[in-house]
C-alpha cells in the first residue's frame, strides 16, 4: 500500500491565477497520475508522471495548462494555469506501488475559482 | 465517448439486504477491473477487482461478478451496512503488456445509500 498526502487539501483561486498541487507519497514509486472530477462527473485522467522523464497527457490535456514536475520518487506537483472557473474541480494524486495492482490516491485537492 | 458507464447515479438499500451495483464497458481492450469506494472529502479507496480471466471474485462480503460477453461487471455488497454509504466508481485498464494498472477509466459513481 501507500500513503499519500496532498496539499492544499482545498483552496479559492482568483481566474487567471495558478495553483500547485503537490502530493507526496511514503514510499519510492516508479508512477503517479494526475486526475481531475469535475462536479458530478467521474474522474479523469490527466497525465503520467514517472521520475526522470517528462509527463504524458491524456487527449484534451495540455503541458501549458497543467504543467507537471516529478523530481523524485516520492514527490510530484501539478500546477492549474491560468485559472478559470471551468477549472473548478476536484484533483487527485494517484500513485501505483511496485508489484501493485492497484492504485491508491490521495484526499484530493478542492479547488474553486472565482 | 463514455468508456466505462455506471448508468444509476443512486441506489438505496435497507440495512442487511444486498447492494448491487451495475457497470457497463465498450472497450473489449479492457482486462482488469476494479471498484472504488469514495466517501466526501476523501479520495477514493480501492475495494476489489476482477482480470477478465475470471468471472468472479469474492473478498467478505464484497463480491465482483464479470461478464465478458455482455461487458458488463456487477459489484454485490452482502449484507449492506449503513457504514457503506458512500459513491462506488467502477474502473477498468488494460493490463496485459505491463500497462499501468494505474493508468485507469473511471465511471460516473453510483451513490449508495444503506438505510439502517
Known amino acids: 500500500s501507500a500513503v499519500i498526502s496532498q496539499k492544499p487539501s482545498r483552496d479559492i483561486c482568483q481566474r487567471g491565477t495558478s495553483l500547485t498541487i503537490q502530493c507526496q507519497v511514503d514510499?519510492?514509486?516508479?508512477?503517479m497520475f494526475w486526475y481531475r472530477q469535475q462536479p458530478g462527473q467521474s474522474l479523469t485522467l490527466i497525465a503520467t508522471?514517472?521520475?526522470?522523464?517528462?509527463?504524458?497527457?491524456e487527449s484534451g490535456f495540455v503541458i501549458d495548462k497543467f504543467p507537471i514536475s516529478r523530481p523524485n520518487l516520492t514527490f510530484s506537483t501539478l500546477t492549474v494555469s491560468n485559472m478559470s472557473p471551468e477549472d473548478s474541480s476536484i484533483y487527485l494524486c494517484?500513485?501505483?506501488?511496485?508489484?501493485?495492482?492497484?492504485?491508491?490516491f490521495g484526499q484530493g485537492t478542492r479547488l474553486t475559482v472565482v | 465517448d463514455q468508456q466505462v458507464k455506471q448508468n444509476s447515479p443512486s441506489l438505496s438499500v435497507q440495512e442487511g439486504r444486498i447492494s448491487i451495483l451495475n457497470c457497463d464497458y465498450t472497450n473489449s481492450m479492457f482486462d482488469y477491473f476494479l471498484w472504488y469506494k469514495k466517501y466526501p472529502a476523501e479520495g477514493p479507496t480501492f475495494l476489489i477487482s476482477?482480470?477478465?480471466?475470471?468471472d468472479k471474485n469474492e473478498d467478505g462480503r464484497f463480491t465482483v461478478f464479470l461478464n465478458k460477453s455482455a461487458k458488463h461487471l456487477s459489484l454485490h455488497i452482502v449484507p449492506s451496512q449503513p457504514g457503506d454509504s458512500a459513491v462506488y466508481f467502477c474502473a477498468a485498464t488494460f493490463s496485459a503488456g505491463g500497462t499501468s494498472y494505474g493508468k485507469l477509466t473511471f465511471g460516473q459513481g453510483t451513490i449508495l445509500t444503506v438505510h439502517p
Open positions: 508522471a514517472n521520475q526522470g522523464s517528462e509527463a504524458t497527457y
Open positions: 476482477i482480470s477478465s480471466i475470471k
Open positions: 514510499s519510492q514509486v516508479t508512477m
Open positions: 494517484s500513485v501505483e506501488p511496485p508489484m501493485s495492482t492497484e492504485a491508491f
